[in-house]
């Protein structure tokens, strides 16, 4: 109450500072009991406020680019440092803490899920998230519309966790989404679409076509798939499939690719499992161990 009455007499404005600051706050504080005034202030925020502006960014990187040229990281950081994204995780917050305020919050969550801005549609599936645990058709639904016109929000650090939830029991709705990642033309992105499908193909033996344009792809398609065979190596129920995956890449011509094989023996179980005899010989006579031998010299 004491907070609310100080935003009361001097909060009251909706300038960018003042208006992120009040996001802030209420997100920091979302276990509190805020009044339905004070709710409705961070609903409006997220559906109206100006900031931030078409094309615009709050935080830079390093050139003049827009939003639309930028990297998935720096629209990321911009998420949190713009009024109606700072209010999308307030939002989600909130609702975190206050499951029955779903219907309060859902037409702005809406608003948020369609964002002309895609740092706020970044922001917007801290919400979504949350609306997993109480709504998951109705979440993966605002997920597909999130990531629809920007590949880039599907590939953000909030987004990417989710497709774990999502598949296998909506692959009809989100493996579009996966698809058009992995033929992407921006680099990162395609990294992480190939990421998903080799993940889907090996998981439930989705994507069998794009994996295997991928395994013969760009070298950011190449890098996402040795990367997921990498990381799995050592999980039994996988590593078969793995090891016949990461074969194809100890030579491949591109060394961006080989190095996604650098860590694959960090679980030293690998070096004594005779299963792994033959690829592990295999790997010493190859290029990407003549590239860096300590990685797996370490290991030993």
């Not at 100080?6 to 500072?17: F, H, I, P, T």
């Not at 930028?70 to 307030?90: E, K, P, Q, S």
């Not at 992407?184 to 069998?208: I, K």
Request: aromatic share 8%; glycine share 4%.
């Amino acid at each position: 109450q004491i907070v609310e009455a100080v935003l009361e007499k001097y909060g009251a404005d909706s300038e960018q500072d003042t208006a992120l600051s009040f996001c802030q706050l209420v997100g920091e504080r979302a276990d509190e009991s805020w009044s339905d005034k004070s709710i409705s202030k961070l609903l409006h925020y997220a559906r109206n406020h100006p900031d931030p502006e078409p094309g615009k960014l709050n935080i830079h990187s390093d050139s003049d680019e827009n939003s639309d040229e930028v990297t998935v990281d720096v629209l990321f950081v911009n998420a949190a440092y713009c009024v109606r994204g700072a209010a999308a995780i307030a939002i989600s917050r909130l609702l975190w803490e206050h499951n029955d305020r779903l219907e309060q919050v859902r037409s702005s969550i809406e608003s948020l899920v369609s964002d002309p801005h895609p740092a706020v549609r970044m922001a917007a599936i801290e919400a979504i998230k949350v609306v997993f645990n109480i709504d998951k058709d109705l979440a993966v639904s605002w997920f597909c519309k999130a990531c629809r016109d920007d590949l880039r929000v599907a590939a953000s650090p909030r987004a990417f966790p989710l497709f774990n939830y999502i598949v296998p029991s909506h692959i009809d709705q989100v493996g579009p989404v996966i698809q058009h990642m992995a033929a992407s033309s921006l680099d990162e992105v395609a990294f992480m679409g190939a990421q998903q499908v080799t993940a889907r193909w090996l998981f439930d033996c989705f994507f069998e076509n794009e994996f295997a344009t991928c395994c013969q792809g760009t070298v950011p398609q190449r890098k996402g798939v040795a990367n997921v065979a990498a990381a799995l190596l050592h999980n039994k129920k996988y590593s078969p499939q793995c090891q016949q995956i990461l074969c194809k890449f100890m030579n491949d011509p591109d060394k961006e690719v080989r190095d996604e094989l650098r860590g694959m023996f960090r679980n030293q179980n690998l070096i004594i499992d005779t299963e792994c005899t033959a690829f592990i010989k295999a790997y010493i006579e190859s290029l990407a161990f003549a590239d860096d031998p300590n990685h797996f010299v370490l290991s030993l």
